[in-house]
């Protein structure tokens, strides 16, 4: 594999090992894509089977759900800006935007271990019924991908601290950011087929 490096464009695209490892993230989200796919269709298939469990409708709070979404799409928004600066050449810019979409995934997360607690607390488990063990594998999923998200984020903080703006380390945060815009993707499909379609049946 040539090692040439380009002089110009994006600094994550200017060795060819950067370029093939991008493609290669795609390659990996279209395998994540078949995941969430399928649970949404376990999902939909079981959507209404709440046995003796309480409705989506009894729990479901616009409030907190929309709090969610704000924070998690906002985050897409921050996580835009760092690699704005990170192409800028900018590693302050990078960290300080890094760090404000971390702190922003971390408040969505709390807030949704906050909601698991108290749909448990009001009996839907996931013992509960077929409908609420489909909720908390499709949006348990999506979480731990957030957490995973926000560990990954933090170990090339970590690493871009030490090393600097390279070639290698930018593209590792623009694979990151990739990442991040996927999940707000599956956010949306979240948000619009569970909870608002479940707030009104």
């Given at each position: 594999m040539s090692s040439h490096e380009l002089k110009s464009g994006p600094l994550e695209y200017r060795i060819q090992q950067g370029q093939m490892n991008i493609l290669g993230f795609w390659i990996f989200l279209g395998a994540e894509i078949v995941l969430f796919s399928t649970l949404f269709a376990t999902y939909a298939v079981l959507f209404g089977r709440t046995d003796e469990a309480p409705l989506?409708?009894?729990l479901f709070e616009p409030g907190s759900v929309l709090i969610m979404t704000f924070l998690l799409l906002t985050s897409s928004f921050t996580c835009g800006i760092a690699i704005h600066e990170m192409?800028?050449?900018?590693?302050?810019?990078?960290?300080?935007?890094m760090i404000v979409?971390?702190?922003l995934g971390l408040g969505f997360i709390g807030l949704e271990i906050e909601e698991?607690?108290?749909?448990?607390?009001e009996g839907a488990t996931l013992q509960s019924s077929a409908y609420w063990s489909s909720f908390?594998?499709?949006?348990?999923?999506?979480?731990?991908?957030?957490t995973l998200g926000i560990g990954w984020a933090i170990l090339l903080?970590?690493?871009i601290a030490k090393r600097g703006l390279t070639p290698v380390t930018s593209r590792k945060f623009f694979i990151i950011s990739?990442?991040?815009?996927?999940?707000?993707?599956?956010?949306?499909?979240?948000f619009t087929s569970i909870y608002l379609i479940g707030m009104v049946v």
């Open positions: 989506p409708s009894e192409r800028r050449g900018s590693k302050k810019g990078l960290i300080t935007w979409t971390l702190a698991f607690i108290h749909y448990a607390h908390f594998v499709l949006a348990g999923t999506h979480g731990l991908h957030v903080l970590i690493q990739l990442y991040w815009h996927f999940l707000d993707v599956v956010w949306i499909f979240l």
